[in-house]
């Protein structure tokens, strides 16, 4: 019953967040006639939500006004930066909104049709949303972790040029240029999506616009993404099994003994958990015919043909999409088909 | 800068509801499905699949965040329920859960109205159906969460030993009519309730071989007469409304001898309605379905026994993790 019961919570998160009462309760602690006389809301019911609010431990109350825990003023305030409301929305939704189904609640429908390619209209993997989602996800740590992790390696101290593949936000350049201030980086993404995810705002924002470019293009297919790196990053490869071009494209890019590092979330080899890792691979069923997540080991054997050895694994946990491996790759002098040849 | 420095308070809770709230739906679908049903001998995915007319890839990966929920077990390709799988989600089995889970997650689509009605003010304007889903849900919520804890309070009343005639008023599925005849058989158990639901109540109980030991009484208890000359009444789970709640504790009052007693088995929320957690959701969403329904707090039943002329009002707490719910008793003297 524990599990029948769990999806109370995220559907009460997700009224209060519609309405944001964590934002107003943020600016000052309210009662619940004062909160349904700002939004123009039922008063009875309005009361009854903040109080399964209390219940959730998201809000509490004292001398008849709610107030923000610290979780829901950190992470459901528009206020604190790292604010999650677009996160959880895209979350509620089958493969974070990316395909043909609605809310997770038509998973029965979703199961025994599998994946059908979405429409135009009900693709959001290009929508402002789904950008500040993948924001709000490497803010709240990610992207600070892997800064920290990749800054205790020799070689990123010595690098001076990188890429940031479909780096969407910037924030994990942003995060990676502060530990190394030498480094000068290149942000690689779809025409439109660093605009989307507010990239050039942030570099403003935290003062490398002058350490930092854009560049679109479109890094799934073989493309001349630059030459010259050190350091190539990219987060989130769900279609590493078909994704030739785009470690093809990697390897002509760096330099020879440049690094490749894959953030990416993993499954044991088992597909036995752990848990999270496990329904984020039947969620990835509905985003792509071959989307899916690889264990650390099938990962390493899906890149090193490309031209590329490992040389580290780091694991970063309490992430919210499972269990999360930095994977350390650096290019050998030979790519993959002369490898192959070779061979 | 935020993005160079982590935030010192986790989000780990924030991330725990939104992967329950997908857990939940997605085991809502395996049991719609029948999926622990055809899993009691160990199958590939495929063969499930194939079963089910299910895909078999999403067959594959729904399998194995079963396994990693920990009510299916997976060796080598093969796939086989676990024991809490096994025990709870059969259907057929002795501790079948499989229609409390439907109608608890069921319950998702009248959350899925509350921005609607915090907007508009207007209640679905409903009222409680209760389909066969339902009654069975209900009936094995009660074998499997509250039975032992409400017989155990009511065997050591003295007055439950010494009743001649217990009604069980709004009984439903009946489990509760079965106990108390079960634990004293010396008494007349008469079981009230809409004629439909009747219907259900005598087959549900006609599978235990008891029918013959209850009685079934068909009506609508805000309207009909209820009876008199009872030594208990029993009230389980159907006093969530307010506005004539006064008026059925006054019936009830009125149908039982003098020294008779009225035991109440609710859900209980706080004097200060943001605790417990179940209870407190509860009573927003069947509020949603009409302002008139709403869960109560202990002191609410207290002082409303009292006015329908009820003394020696006692409490037993018998509050779990899922069902918090609480034994009110009241004595007509």
Redesign the interface.
Known sequence: ?????????????Y?AL??DIFTQLSEAPETAKGISEK????P???E??L??L????LLF?CDGEYHNT??SE???SKKS??Y?GDY?DT??LISFGTSSYGD??E??K??????IPPSKEGFRLYEKIFSLSMKEM????E???T?EILSQYPWFKDAKRMIDIGGTHG?YS??LL?KNPKLEGTLFDIPGVPELGNAPE?FKQ?GVSDRIRIQNGNFFIRTDIGSGYDLAFISNVYFLGTADDLLDNIFAALNVNGRFVLKNSVIRK??????????L???M??WGKKHQLFSVDECIDLIEPHGFEIENVNMLE?C?LGAIAILVLKKGELDGLSKNLEG | MDCQKTSKVNSKPIDDIIYRYRLAHMLNAAVEKGIFTRMTVPKKAHQLAEEIHYDPRTTEKLLNVLVASGLMIKSGEEYQNSLVGQTFLVDGEQNYIGNLVRITVGSNALLDHLNDILKNGSTLQRGIDFDRVQLLGHAEGALCEELDLVLNSIKGMPEFSHAKRILDLGGGHGVYSMALAQSNPSAIVALFDQPNVIEFAKEFISKYEMDGKIRFISGDFNTDDIGTGYDMVFVSHVLYLSSNLPSILRKIYNSLNNGGTVVLNHWMIDDCRTSPRVSVIFDLYISLISRDYGCHTVSEFNEILRDAGFEDVSVFDIRTPHSPSMIVVGLKK
């Open positions: 019953m524990q599990i029948a019961d769990g999806y109370q919570d995220l559907q009460i998160m009224s519609q309405y939004n123009g809301t039922d009875f019911i309005t009854k939500l109080n399964a209390v219940s959730i431990d109350k610290e979780l950190i992470y459901l930066p790292y999650q959880i979350q509620k997770w609640a998973i029965g979703a199961l025994e049709k599998g994946y490497a803010i709240r740590g992207a600070q972790k800064a924030l942003i995060a502060a942030h935290y088992d597909r036995k958990g752990p848990l999270i890792s496990s329904l691979d039947l969620d069923c509905f309490g919210c």
